[in-house]
T-cell receptor, first 114, second 114 residues
Framework: AQSVTQPDIHITVSEGASLELRCNYSYGATPYLFWYVQSPGQGLQLLLK??????LVQGIKGFEAEFKRSQSSFNLRKPSVHWSDAAEYFC????????????FGAGTTVTVRA | ETGVTQSPTHLIKTRGQQVTLRCSSQSGHNTVSWYQQALGQGPQFIFQ???????GRGNFPPRFSGLQFPNYSSELNVNALELDDSALYLC?????????????FGPGTRLTVL
């Protein structure tokens, strides 16, 4: 069964500083990977996705993520955080053998301090 | 292009009652997936509908049921509500076509069971 681990429950970062959110997945075959962001009381907004090809993917709002098969990781990064980036971030994985249903991590809450 | 919409926004029910949640998929999408997100957790897959047929189910009891209509909108029905059913219910639409799809989420319905 596929699973996703987000090791950091909560991260606090200063505005303007860099941000990295970790995501590890457990699955044998080719995973399809996603990062979503959720503001309080809202639905999920897609930040970026990886299906194949270049392992460094660019997303919206200045985010990027790198797929590392050897480490089973798909970490999300942003070089300079804005106060509006405070939210909860979810990593998700789908796979062909599971008909592309998504399994989500527990999420990482990001707090941005001035 | 219209995004994914859900109704109602909030709902309060008592234990033992039944509830119906609705989702309108994004234009051009043929698949709707439903997720339950308990407070402080990541979304959990309930089931998916593809062209009006159930296309996979997560670890949820039969009292969770659904429908998809010819226009690809969908309903989630929950019978005999329990306190633990209190959660944010998210639907996501996608264009499933034999390969990995990207799921776009609605704003969710917040269900409170008293």
């Amino acid at each position: 069964a596929q699973s996703v681990t987000q090791p950091d429950i909560h991260i606090t970062v200063s505005e303007g500083a860099s941000l990295e959110l970790r995501c590890n997945y457990s699955y044998g075959a080719t995973p399809y990977l996603f990062w979503y962001v959720q503001s309080p009381g809202q639905g999920l907004q897609l930040l970026l996705k990886y299906f194949s090809g270049d392992t460094l993917v660019q997303g919206i709002k200045g985010f990027e993520a790198e797929f590392k098969r050897s480490q089973s990781s798909f970490n999300l990064r942003k070089p300079s955080v804005h106060w509006s980036d405070a939210a909860e971030y979810f990593c998700a994985v789908g796979s062909r053998s599971n008909d592309y249903k998504l399994s989500f991590g527990a999420g990482t809450t990001v707090t941005v301090r001035a | 292009e219209t995004g994914v919409t859900q109704s109602p926004t909030h709902l309060i029910k008592t234990r033992g009652q039944q509830v119906t949640l609705r989702c309108s998929s994004q234009s051009g999408h043929n698949t709707v997936s439903w997720y339950q997100q308990a407070l402080g957790q990541g979304p959990q897959f309930i089931f998916q509908y593809y062209r009006e047929e159930e296309n996979g189910r997560g670890n949820f009891p039969p009292r969770f049921s659904g429908l998809q209509f010819p226009n690809y909108s969908s309903e989630l029905n929950v019978n005999a509500l329990e306190l633990d059913d209190s959660a944010l219910y998210l639907c996501a639409s996608s264009a499933l076509d034999g390969g990995p799809d990207t799921q776009y989420f609605g704003p969710g319905t917040r269900l409170t069971v008293l």
